[in-house]
């Protein structure tokens, strides 16, 4: 029996302990079929009619919290206008009922705006360099934007053009 034992013991039974992988930050990427985007991003469009970009991932921003000013059907809002807030703007939000700030939101964030709200501030704004309108994102606001606004209105508070 010893002699047994002898040999069970000499038998390696150690178990090597497993290390994982330390994640900080995900970004999910979903394929879909046809995609000539070859699964990066989302199949909607910008207002250049190309393929919307990504607009902020920190705060994690859009309808459908993916990043994009994703504007399917369903949202009824149409958070379409990829805009970074200033405090001037998030006051006005809060005048009208929605304080953005409730969710997070300081001045210089990135954040999916309601193409109705972005509209708002552009009438309410005194001049072109008002603070009260957000600057905005051309490549990344969805082209249902341009279902509230016009595309000219949007060039003026734009930070970048088609071409960049």
Known sequence: MRFLTRIL?????A????TYAKVHDVQIV?????????????????VFQ???QLHSTRPLTGFTRTGYCEAPKSDFGNHSVAAVV???????SASRGNDLRQVGLT????????????????DARKGDDDKLVP?????????????????EQLEKFALDKEGN
């Open 107 to 122: 001045g210089g964030c990135k954040w999916c705006l309601c193409v109705n709200r972005w509209k708002e501030a552009f």
């Open 86 to 92: 200033s405090d001037e703007f998030l006051d006005f």
């Open 15 to 18: 178990v090597s302990k497993r």
């Open 135 to 151: 600057k905005i994102y051309l490549q990344k606001t969805n082209e249902r934007a341009l279902e509230g606004v016009k595309i």
């Open 50 to 52: 190309k393929p919307l």
């Open 30 to 46: 979903l394929q879909r079929p046809g995609n000539s985007n070859q699964g990066k991003g989302t199949m909607e469009r910008n």
């Open 9 to 13: 013991n000499s038998i390696p039974t």
